[in-house]
Every structure is written in structure tokens, then in C-alpha cells.
């Protein structure tokens, strides 16, 4: 599955249409996310795992690459607090997908698999699947957001702009610069100049966002923008989150930002 979209291709048809928002449910189009092993409490260090089954309860061990990895995992807080997205491994004669795992705080977790089942899967292209998680002990809320569309990450400055159109998929532009200055230095990251991750607020239903242009090469930089084409199921409040990398180390800028209706439908 290759994301890559140019702007020409944008979509105008459906502008202003709700569609179904995906992600939240623990089972769909004939696979499933197993139960979530992780540590019991924050700050006890352990691993986290799982499993994707198909239909009949086996489990898959065959994954096709999307931005250069067989499964993305996405975990955040209900609240939007401490968003992460990492790339787990997976034993292929089991199926079990871990890695180190540490949880930061407590709370309710969700957690997303994104993945593109392998052959012999029916040609079901993305899938995306989550679960609840619960992280006992106590609860210290996060921030209660409003709209922003800048944010301050490793020392750099980031700035998206553009509309989220419900139905739509305008061009969303984000902007790194540090210390006032352009940013030209972005590495490519997951097959383009960032990874774009944007959830619901409310129930953090997951959004497809992809990247402008083709996928970069090795040794490319770009900088200081980076283009997404993003859908908004309905009208909203959203939160995004922007991987980057600069001089091998990955950074992320959160923003929220309110969808709104196109004046076009
Ligand atoms: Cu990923």
C-alpha cells in the first residue's frame, strides 16, 4: 500500500459529507486485536504484546509494508495525553507482536494497530483496530486543549496550517523552524518528510491522513514543509500529532485543530 497523493488528486467529491470514522472497534473486516499484555502499573518496566487474529481465531503472521513498516502502533490517553507511536516486532512462527514498555502515568489507554494484512488476506488493504486499556493508580489530567495549531517539540517550532474540512481533504501544511530560522534538514521518516497521526477528540476515532509526493530516498531533506491530506469524518474538534525527524532524532507536535464544513456543500 503506497499513500503517496498529489494535490491534483484531491478529492472534492463528498465535501461536506459525514463518513463513518474508523479505528474503534476491536474487530472488523475479518481480523481482530487479541487482548493487550502490558505491565499493571506505571513505572514498572515489562513489555507489551499482542496478537492480530483473522476470522477463525488464528493468528496472522503475514503483513504487507505501509510507510516501511508491516504495523504501526499508536497509543494514547483518552485525554490526548502521552502519544506514542512505535513499531513493535513480531515473532513470525507465533504471530506475537512486543516490545519494551514502560507505561508513564495512569490512565485509560487507547491502543491502535494499523496494518495492512499480507498475502493470501483477501486484498483487505488498511486496517486499523484498538482496544481500551486500563492503567491503574492515580490519575493526573492532562491539559484540557484548546484549538492551536502551533507547537513547540525538541526545540523546534511547528505550525500547521489549512483547514480540516469534514468530508474533504484540503491540503494541511505543517512548518518546522527552529529559532526563527527554516528547518531544510527533515529526514525522511516511515516513507515521507513525517508521520501525521490525527484522532477524534471525544473518542479518539482515527483518521487517514496522507502525505503529498512521492516517497523520499534515503539521504533526501526537505524542509520546512511537509503537505497531508487529511479527512475529517464530521465536524469537531481533532488532535494531531506530527512525527519528524531532524539529525536522527524524532520529535512530536501536537496540535488541535476544529474541522469545519466546506462552504461547498
Ligand atoms: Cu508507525
Redesign the pocket.
Known amino acids: 500500500m503506497q499513500h503517496a497523493e498529489t494535490s491534483t488528486e484531491s478529492s472534492h467529491e463528498g465535501h461536506g459529507h459525514e463518513m463513518p470514522v474508523g479505528g474503534l472497534a476491536v474487530a472488523d473486516r475479518g481480523f481482530s486485536l487479541s487482548v493487550v499484555e502490558a505491565p499493571a502499573a506505571a513505572g514498572v518496566p515489562g513489555q507489551l504484546g499482542f496478537r492480530i487474529e483473522d476470522a477463525v481465531g488464528r493468528p496472522v503472521r503475514s503483513f504487507a509494508k505501509a510507510?516501511?513498516?508491516e504495523?504501526?502502533?499508536?497509543v494514547v490517553r483518552t485525554d490526548g495525553e502521552h502519544f506514542q507511536?512505535?513499531?513493535p516486532v513480531l515473532d513470525r512462527a507465533t504471530g506475537w507482536w512486543s516490545l519494551p514498555w514502560q507505561w508513564s502515568a495512569a490512565g485509560a489507554y487507547r491502543v491502535f494497530v494499523?496494518f495492512a494484512p499480507g498475502e493470501g488476506a483477501n486484498d483487505a488493504g488498511s486496517v486499523v483496530l484498538s482496544r481500551l486499556v486500563q492503567v491503574p493508580g492515580m490519575l493526573e489530567p492532562g491539559l484540557d486543549r484548546a484549538p492551536s495549531s502551533t507547537s513547540r517539540a525538541g526545540g523546534f517550532d511547528v505550525t500547521v496550517t489549512g483547514d480540516l474540512l469534514v468530508g474533504g481533504s484540503g491540503p494541511l501544511t505543517i512548518t518546522v523552524e527552529r529559532e526563527g530560522s527554516a528547518v531544510r534538514s527533515l529526514e525522511p521518516y516511515?516513507g515521507a518528510f513525517g508521520?501525521l497521526v490525527a484522532l477524534r477528540e471525544g473518542d479518539l476515532g482515527y483518521l487517514h491522513v496522507h502525505p503529498e509526493g512521492s516517497e523520499p530516498s534515503a539521504g533526501d531533506l526537505s524542509g520546512p514543509d511537509v503537505v497531508f491530506h487529511a479527512q475529517a469524518p464530521t465536524a469537531g474538534r481533532y488532535w494531531l500529532f506530527f512525527?519528524f525527524q531532524v539529525d536522527g532524532a524524532v520529535h512530536t507536535a501536537r496540535f488541535a485543530l476544529d474541522a469545519r464544513r466546506s462552504e461547498r456543500s
Open positions: 510507510h516501511e513498516r504495523l504501526h502502533l499508536i507511536h512505535v513499531h494499523d516511515l508521520h512525527d
